[in-house]
């Protein structure tokens, strides 16, 4: 038996394909606690969960936190130079001949994004090495004040070289043990900083409401 569930912010629907055919069942969400959802979805199809062989879940509840704006403050931290990134986006129009068109709001405002002194070169070495003093001195304490769950870090061409992003999240844990970091090395290790930093942006707003 092959089960697939999916949790979204109303109800919770699974789907069943077995030796007698397709099999489903729809309950109402838990949106305080997900899995107990999922739960009742399996138990309300009454499968014995000894004859499942495979099974798949996915949630809604990180894109419905995205699309109703609907996550946790959050800072972002990057490069020195490079802090309007994710209001620039990229040059590209979805509707070239809509005059009314606009780019989509990022999830954290420039008030929330900071710089850091640092700069790795597309080779992976370090043209300018991350001063973790500066950082704990000059950061942190507007780190700690501004009432954050999480923290996107995203540092040029980190995709190359991810050290100095790990730095920061040593410094980060041992400073802010209650705030999540994400690094973009870890989310979209690939080319492009504006697709990096947007990815990674979305990955910690949505990651203090998944983990809540």
């Known amino acids: 038996m092959r089960v697939g569930v999916e949790v979204g912010g109303t109800f919770t629907d699974l789907v069943a394909i077995g030796p007698s055919g397709v099999q489903i069942a729809k ?4 949106p305080a606690s997900p899995d107990e959802g999922a739960f009742n979805a399996l138990i309300e199809s009454g499968i014995p969960f000894e004859s499942i062989e495979d099974l798949a879940h996915g949630s809604t509840v990180a894109t419905n936190a995205v699309l109703e704006r609907k996550g946790f403050p959050i800072a972002f931290v990057t490069t020195r130079g490079f802090k309007d990134i994710l209001a620039l986006q990229r040059h590209n129009r979805t509707n070239i001949y809509d005059l009314a068109y606009q780019k989509p709001l990022p999830v954290v405002d420039r008030r929330s ?3 850091v002194d640092e700069r790795m070169l597309p080779d992976g070495s370090a043209a300018t090495a991350l ?3 500066a950082v704990a001195r000059d950061l942190i304490p507007l780190l700690s004040d501004g009432g954050y769950a999480a923290i996107a870090v995203c540092l040029l061409n980190a995709y190359a070289n991810p050290e100095h992003e790990e ?8 400073h802010l043990p209650d705030v999540l970091v994400t690094l973009s090395s870890e989310v979209t290790r ?3 900083e504006f697709e990096r930093a947007s990815t990674t942006t979305l990955s910690a707003y949505v990651q203090p409401v998944i983990d809540r």
């Open 27 to 30: 309950v109402p969400s838990v």
């Open 190 to 192: 690939e080319f492009r």
């Open 131 to 133: 001063d973790i003093g």
């Open 113 to 115: 994004s900071y710089e």
């Open 167 to 174: 730095a920061l999240r040593e410094l980060f844990a041992l």
